[in-house]
């Protein structure tokens, strides 16, 4: 049974190539190894998918190429997603800046993407897992099922992350194979840990919730941040991971709308102790600890026995705040996988390989990474949407 298309991956990116491409009457295939489609789809947005952003635009990725992406997010925005998500029915709202998110459950994008390949005629093929292939004028798909032939092919495998539902490496082995160049790969959108030493001595913080600004060389974000049993997490953490390197230090500002210097200079005359007037504007038990670690006895000295300069110091340490993590949760718990095939190899209006013809890739296996909010099942759609009206 030879096949127009065959995309490897039943994931985001795979499955709307695939209904684009059937829309154009292309045979197509999709195979994926495990037992349904589209269960990373599933799992994001803590079930509730975040499907895409309103505020969509190339600033959003980091990718060796940062204009790679702008050709396939100028031919399928967000207004082009959502009106398939209203065609079906489903519910959904902005949760915060742009993010749209199912009302229902992630199970409906699923559903919804199933009926539309479905409309398109394309085929599928389960626990069928790809262990290589080959050009002789065709693809030759090796796969646990026998080998299966196909005039174009498209690679939709994604990244490494979350390996305990079916994320593997076969993408990016099967471009080496064919001779791409491959960008460094890291985990991104994940929990930093802490060295031993800072663990030891931020352990106690750990449960706590700060709204901070967080900031690496150029990047800041601001938002939740937790600090967890081995490091730090939330939202604003898991963004700036997108921009860090091992061996970089994070700037936390833990007191993004209250000027430091200022608080000072208005409790100057005070009785009040230092930490009792921080703990106005942050959880008291942060405060403790951050002073017990940075100011020792000083903390609890009253404000009037201070000199200005010993504030203005305790201001500025306390706005930026220095720390250099260990390393990272890793694949486990990264939501994705920063680096991928270099965009160089690709066209960016095709995704088809400069020197491999017929052999397209999509999605997250691609070296453009979205940052949280919707923008990396974004990518999928419109990587997606690219690949299928040109295989
Ligand atoms: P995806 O990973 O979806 O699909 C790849 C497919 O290839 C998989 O189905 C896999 O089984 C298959 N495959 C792999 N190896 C194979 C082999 N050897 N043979 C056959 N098949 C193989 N993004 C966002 O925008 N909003 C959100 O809310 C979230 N939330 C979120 C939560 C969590 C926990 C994670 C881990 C990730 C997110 N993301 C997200 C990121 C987003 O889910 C991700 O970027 C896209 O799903 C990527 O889509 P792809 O189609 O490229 O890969």
Not at 54 to 78: D, I, M, Q, T, W
Request: with cysteine.
């Amino acid at each position: 049974m030879k096949k127009d298309v065959i995309i490897i991956g039943a994931g985001a990116a795979g499955l709307m190539c695939a209904l684009t491409a059937g829309k154009r009457n292309r045979s197509v295939l999709v195979i994926d190894h495990a037992e349904k489609i589209g269960k990373k789809i599933g799992i994001s947005g803590g079930g509730r998918c975040n499907f895409t952003n309103l505020k969509v635009s190339h600033e959003n990725y980091e990718s060796h190429n940062p204009h790679f992406c702008k050709s396939a997010l100028a031919r399928f925005g967000p207004q082009d997603f959502i009106a398939m998500v209203e065609k079906h029915g489903i519910a959904y709202y902005e949760k915060e800046a742009g993010q749209l998110f199912c009302k229902g459950s992630s199970i409906e994008i699923i559903e919804m993407l199933r009926k539309e390949c479905d409309a398109a005629g394309v085929d599928f093929r389960l626990h069928c897992r790809v262990e290589g292939a080959e050009k002789r004028g065709h693809f030759y798909v090796s796969t646990n099922q026998g080998v299966l032939e196909s005039a174009s092919m498209v690679i939709a495998t994604g990244g490494l992350s979350y390996p305990k539902i079916g994320a593997t490496d076969i993408g990016h082995r099967l471009a080496r194979h064919f001779g791409l160049a491959i960008t460094p790969l890291q985990p991104a959108l994940v929990p930093f840990t802490f060295h031993q030493k800072d663990l030891h001595a931020l352990k106690e913080l750990s449960g706590i919730t700060i709204d901070a600004e967080v900031s690496c060389g150029k990047r800041r974000f601001r938002g939740n941040i937790l600090f967890t049993h081995r490091g730090l997490s939330g939202p604003a953490v898991l963004q700036i991971s997108l921009y860090w390197n091992p061996g970089e230090r994070i700037v936390i500002n833990p007191l993004p709308d209250v000027d430091a210097h200022e608080l000072f200079a208005e409790k100057r005359r005070s009785r009040a102790e230092l930490h009792n007037v921080l703990s106005g504007h942050l959880p008291r038990r942060f405060v403790e600890k951050w002073c017990e670690l940075f100011l020792q006895q000083e903390a609890v000295k009253p404000m009037h026995q201070y000199t200005d300069k010993a504030l203005n110091d305790i201001a500025r340490k306390l706005h930026h705040w220095e720390i250099t993590p260990g390393g990272t949760e890793g694949y486990v718990t990264a939501e994705v996988t920063r680096g991928g095939i270099d965009t160089n190899e690709l066209s960016s209006k095709t995704m088809e390989s400069k020197n491999v013809p017929g052999l397209f890739f999509a999605g997250e296996v691609i070296d453009v990474t979205g940052q949280l909010g919707g923008y990396n099942l974004h990518w999928a759609w419109a990587s997606g949407y690219a690949a299928g009206r040109y295989v």
